[in-house]
T-cell receptor, first 121, second 117 residues
Framework: DAMVIQNPRYQVTQFGKPVTLSCSQTLNHNVMYWYQQKSSQAPKLLFHYYDKDFNNEADTPDNFQSRRPNTSFCFLDIRSPGLGDAAMYLC??????WGQGASRAIGTEAFFGQGTRLTVV | AQKITQTQPGMFVQEKEAVTLDCTYDTSDPSYGLFWYKQPSSGEMIFLIYQGSYDQQNATEGRYSLNFQKARKSANLVISASQLGDSAMYFCAMSRHSGGGADGLTFGKGTHLIIQP
């Protein structure tokens, strides 16, 4: 009963060759995120979609783009992968209660997919 | 800016013992949320427990409890009666704005926990 599904689990791409990672969710969550996690490091947020609104982190390289054609799907595009882009890419979703009339801040956990491990050769 | 600090890069614990994983945080927001995630070697992030900054009681979820000390800005994870399957990376994280978490999470560097038989 996977709720956040990432494909593929492992991706090998050539240096400079565009690559797309995909994420789908069955939770109907309005927020979707992409994190990059390099070896032995903490996950780092690249960007997120709040519904259709795209929110880019200030330090996310222009080489990274994202698309969200509908609620269920979100894609991460790396236009020209470099060796330094080799990492685990984690997709996550959450439901924002704050925007749905919550009287105070109520946390909703982020549900993560299993990740796509990207290798650049 | 927010910051999460986990000072234990690795820990070895005997099976069935309790273990405490340390986490301190820094934020200027009065409202925030704190999370703990487990990441096995397979890579997925598994949500364990959540504590809101306004919550009066410490959060508990089965064998997991969160020792929240707001004045000291600490949110330590306690795992009771550890099991071999608890061996994994553990990340402490904070919601970036207003506790709701919709803007994403800031993660600590993690603690690699190894449970020994």
């Amino acid at each position: 009963d996977a709720m956040v599904i990432q494909n593929p689990r492992y991706q090998v791409t050539q240096f400079g060759k565009p690559v797309t990672l995909s994420c789908s969710q069955t939770l109907n969550h309005n927020v979707m995120y992409w994190y990059q996690q390099k070896s032995s490091q903490a996950p780092k947020l690249l960007f997120h979609y709040y519904d259709k609104d795209f929110n880019n982190e200030a330090d996310t390289p222009d080489n990274f783009q994202s698309r969200r054609p509908n609620t269920s799907f979100c894609f991460l595009d790396i236009r020209s992968p470099g060796l330094g882009d080799a990492a685990m890419y984690l997709c996550a979703t959450s439901r924002d209660l704050w925007g749905q009339g919550a009287s105070r801040a109520i946390g909703t956990e982020a549900f993560f997919g299993q990740g796509t491990r990207l290798t650049v050769v | 800016a927010q910051k999460i600090t986990q000072t234990q890069p690795g820990m070895f614990v005997q099976e069935k013992e309790a273990v405490t994983l340390d986490c301190t945080y820094d934020t200027s927001d009065p409202s925030y949320g704190l999370f703990w995630y487990k990441q096995p070697s397979s890579g997925e992030m598994i949500f364990l427990i959540y504590q809101g900054s306004y919550d009066q009681q410490n959060a508990t979820e089965g064998r997991y409890s969160l020792n929240f000390q707001k004045a000291r800005k600490s949110a330590n994870l306690v795992i009771s009666a550890s099991q071999l399957g608890d061996s994994a990376m553990y990340f402490c994280a904070m919601s970036r704005h207003s506790g709701g978490g919709a803007d994403g999470l800031t993660f600590g560097k993690g603690t690699h926990l190894i449970i020994q038989p």
